[in-house]
């Protein structure tokens, strides 16, 4: 199995900035994909920003110019820096690896959900 722990979340006014981070452990053989989403209330998970093991990332329309998606290899960490940051985009953000493990093969895993909150 694979366990992922997301920090960085909390409480910013609008315009301002916060940096999630992901680090996932456990028997991992390799990953694959990493990425956020978020839920707002009432309404569905949506990508926020994903990127390959290659560096290849793709936004959301909503945050293209503004949301920053990086990862170590190295450390099986990925990150997302945020900024400019707007009362839409409260949400509990929830990180996504595809990963495969020493006894099973490629699958998705999630983490439990950092709350953001940009509010005045």
């Known amino acids: 199995q694979v366990q992922l722990v997301e920090s960085g979340g909390g409480l910013v006014q609008p315009g301002g900035s916060l940096r999630l981070s992901c680090a996932a452990s456990?028997?991992?053989?390799?990953?694959?994909?990493m990425g956020w989403y978020r839920q707002a209330p009432g309404k569905g998970r949506e990508l926020v920003a994903r990127?390959?093991?290659?560096?290849?990332?793709n936004y959301a329309d909503s945050v293209k110019g503004r949301f920053t998606i990086s990862r170590d290899n190295a450390k099986n960490m990925v990150y997302l820096q945020m900024n400019s940051l707007k009362p839409e985009d409260t949400a509990v953000y929830y990180c996504?690896?595809?990963?495969?493990?020493?006894?099973?093969?490629?699958?998705?895993?999630w983490g439990q959900g950092t709350q953001v909150t940009v509010s005045s």
């Open positions: 996504n690896v595809v990963a495969s493990t020493i006894s099973t093969y490629e699958r998705d895993y």
């Open positions: 456990g028997r991992i053989f390799s990953i694959r994909d």
């Open positions: 990127i390959t093991v290659v560096g290849k990332t």
